[in-house]
C-alpha cells in the first residue's frame, strides 16, 4: 500500500488561470508586476500556471468583476488551456463569485483565499492553526450564501483546506459558534504571550523582531546570526510561527531574537486580525529589523505594504533599522547609490554573511542609546561580586577593567533600564 505521501507527491498539479483587473482608481503597479506575485502565490499552494490575463476597466463590473464579454472569452480560454480553477487577484465579492463559477463551469477563488489555503497548508502549531481556521471561518461566512457544496466538499485542491474539510460549517450558527470558540482559545493565547512578554521584561533582555515582505530573506538572516537551521526557501510564506533564539552581540550583551510570518501587499484583514496575538510580539519588541529585498524591481511597494501592516499592529512607532538583504544581486551603480544614502540603511546578503557585522553594530548601538556610564569596586570573594562581573559582561559594555588581587574596579555603559539590577554602581567623578 501507498503511503499518503507518495500519494501526495504522485498527485498532478492543479492547473490554475490567473487574472487581473485594473481600473484607473487603483492602479498600483505595472500589471505583469501584480501578475507575477499572485503566480508565485499559486505555485506556492501548488499550482501549475497555464493561463494569464489581464483586464483594464474603467471601474469593476458589479457582476463578474471584468465584464460578461471578458468572462466569455477567458472561459474559452481556460477550456482550451485545461485549467481547473481560476484565481482572480481581485477581491470578490459573494455574488460575483457565484456568476464567474456559472460562466468558467470550473472553480473560481481570489487572491484572499489564495492566501488563507496557503497559511491553512503552512501552519504547524496549534496556535496557528487555530489562527488560520479562524481567518477562513471570518472570509467564508458572508460567502455561504449558494455555496453549501463548496463548504462540504473534501480535501483535494487549492481553497479546500482547513474548515472546508470539517463540514462544520454548513449554516451560519454554528460557523458563529465556531469563531466564538475560536476567538475565546485565540485570547487565551495572546494571555500567554503577554504573560511570557512580561517575563523576559523581568529577564531585562531586550527583544528584536524580524519583519518584512514575504521572501525577503528574514529567516536565511535569522539563520545567519544565530545559527539556527529554520527552514528558509524562496516558497512564499515558509515561516508562520514566531522563532526566538538568543543572540550574543559582542560586548552590547545579550539581545532575543525572533522571525516572524511574512507581510504581503493587500495581506487580507482577516489574518490581521486573526494573527494579532501574534503580531503583537512586534508591536511589543524593543527594536525591529526591516529586512527589504534590495533586488527587487518592486521593492517601494514592498517597503510600503510592510510599513502599512506594523501601522495596523501598533508597531509604527518601535524603532526601526531597515536592513537591505541581496546586495549580491544589485549591480554595482544601484549598490553605490545605495552605499551613500543618507537614510542609514545596513547593506547585508544573508546567503553570503555579508554585512553581518555591521548590522549587529547598529542593533547595539540602536540598543545601547540610554545607556549609563558606571563604575564598580567589587571583592571576586563574595559571590555577589563574581555574579556582578558575569552579569555585566552579558547584559553591558565594560569599557574598563582594572583588578588588582581580589578587587577590581570596571567602569561599564548599563542599559539605564538595568540599572535596578546593579545597585552598587557608582557614577565616576
Known sequence: ?????????????????????????????????????????????????????????????????????????????????????????????????????????????DRTELILDIFAKRARTREGRLQVELAQLQYRLPRLAGSSDALSRLGGGIGTRGPGETKLETDRRRIRDRIASLKREIADVGRRRSYLRDRRRRGDVPTVALVGYTNAGKTTLFNALTGAQAVASHALFVTLDPLVRRLKLGDAGQILLSDTVGFIDRLPHQLVAAFRATLEEVAAADLLIHVVDAASPDRDRHLTAVR?????????????????????????????????????EVLISARRRDGLDALARAIAAHLSMDTARVRFDLNLRRDADRKTVAELYKMARVVAHVADGDRVAIDADVPRRLLGRFPRAKVPA
Open 1 to 109: 500500500m501507498k503511503s499518503r505521501r507518495t500519494e501526495s507527491r504522485e498527485r498532478p498539479l492543479e492547473r490554475a488561470a490567473l487574472v487581473g483587473l485594473v481600473t484607473r482608481a487603483a492602479r498600483r503597479a505595472d500589471p505583469d508586476t501584480i501578475l507575477d506575485e499572485l503566480e508565485g502565490l499559486a505555485r506556492a499552494d501548488g499550482a501549475e500556471v497555464v493561463l494569464r490575463a489581464v483586464q483594464d476597466r474603467p471601474s469593476p463590473d458589479p457582476a463578474t468583476l471584468i465584464g460578461q464579454g471578458k468572462a466569455d472569452t477567458l472561459a474559452l480560454a481556460c477550456a482550451e488551456t485545461g485549467a481547473d480553477l481560476v484565481i482572480f487577484d481581485n477581491e470578490l465579492t459573494p455574488a460575483q463569485g457565484r456568476n464567474l463559477e456559472k460562466v468558467f463551469g470550473r472553480r473560481v477563488i
Open 308 to 344: 502599512n501592516v506594523l501601522a495596523d499592529v501598533g508597531a509604527a512607532a518601535v524603532p526601526t533599522i531597515e536592513a537591505w538583504n541581496k546586495i549580491d544581486l544589485v549591480d554595482a551603480d544601484e549598490r553605490a547609490r545605495l552605499e551613500t544614502s543618507p537614510h542609514g
